[in-house]
């Protein structure tokens, strides 16, 4: 879809994205935009957060994620600048090399993976609910991962847990603010081609084998088709799309045999 033909189901209203300067961030910051959203990029890489907010004259706020204070000031921020919070996609989310099989990973990575991928939804969760309850609307898309429902031989145990996690705590935050207005969903990506992915199986060509056969399409997403999923879910055309898992995954999930 062209940028000409994109639709403005979004125009007037403010959007939160963590994890916008790369990957699926940026390509959702740049999707937001071109539906009419004033977009608030949050990063803690200061150079691709400003470089995104600058591309689309949105705002930058420099972010880290697990601390509850900078979260409480990214949302008040975006509050102060433009005068409401509708849409908040938490987005940032980390996937190191030292998390691996449950016999390799240690505590340590364990808990870096869970303290990004999860706490900080947990933390930005917390602070835009406040605003979109005063509103009386809001959506909330939290980016899980199509392992928070399936299982991989070839595990990255902390990021699968922390993404059920977010899976979990989507669907509850979805049920019990659903009458406040507010709509909270799991988008759940296949596996995308972005930075992140493309590092990690360049490291393990088999991994990335492996992997590939079990998408009946038989590609990774693009990061714009995500993005396209987030500006729907952060629509009205979602109105009535609430507390589920939203899957994008090329069918993986309803597979049993791939074509050949």
């Not at 601390?67 to 409401?84: C, I, M, N, R």
Request: charged letters at 20%.
């Amino acid at each position: 879809m062209t940028a000409e033909s994109v639709c403005r189901r979004l125009a007037g209203r403010t959007a939160v994205v963590t994890g916008a300067g790369s990957g699926i961030g940026l390509a959702t910051v740049r999707r937001l935009a071109s539906e009419g959203a004033h977009v608030v990029c949050a990063d803690v890489d200061e150079a691709r957060g400003k470089a995104a907010a600058d591309e689309v004259g949105g705002l930058f706020v420099k972010t880290d994620v697990t601390d509850p204070e900078q979260v409480e000031a990214l949302f008040k921020a975006a509050y102060d600048t433009y005068g409401s919070v509708d849409i908040a996609f938490n987005n940032a989310g980390i996937s190191p090399p030292d998390d691996d099989s449950i016999l390799e990973t240690g505590l340590e990575a364990w808990k870096r993976v869970q303290e990004v991928n999860l706490t900080s939804v947990y933390l930005c969760c917390k602070a835009a609910i406040p605003y979109m309850r005063r509103q009386g609307k809001g959506s909330i898309i939290n980016t899980a991962s199509f392992v928070a429902r399936m299982g991989a031989a070839t595990s990255q145990i902390s990021y699968t847990a922390s993404k059920g996690g977010v899976l979990a705590m989507s669907r509850e935050l979805g049920v019990q603010f659903a009458r406040d207005g507010i709509r909270v969903n799991a988008l759940c990506p296949g596996p995308v081609n972005t930075p992140l992915l493309q590092e990690l199986f360049a490291k393990d060509p088999e991994r990335a084998a492996r992997r590939l056969v079990h998408i009946p399409v038989g590609r990774f997403a693009e990061a714009e088709e995500i993005a396209a999923a987030v500006a729907f879910l952060a629509s009205d055309d979602s109105s009535f799309v609430n507390a589920t898992d939203f899957l994008v995954d090329g069918g993986i999930a309803g597979a049993y045999v791939t074509p050949l």
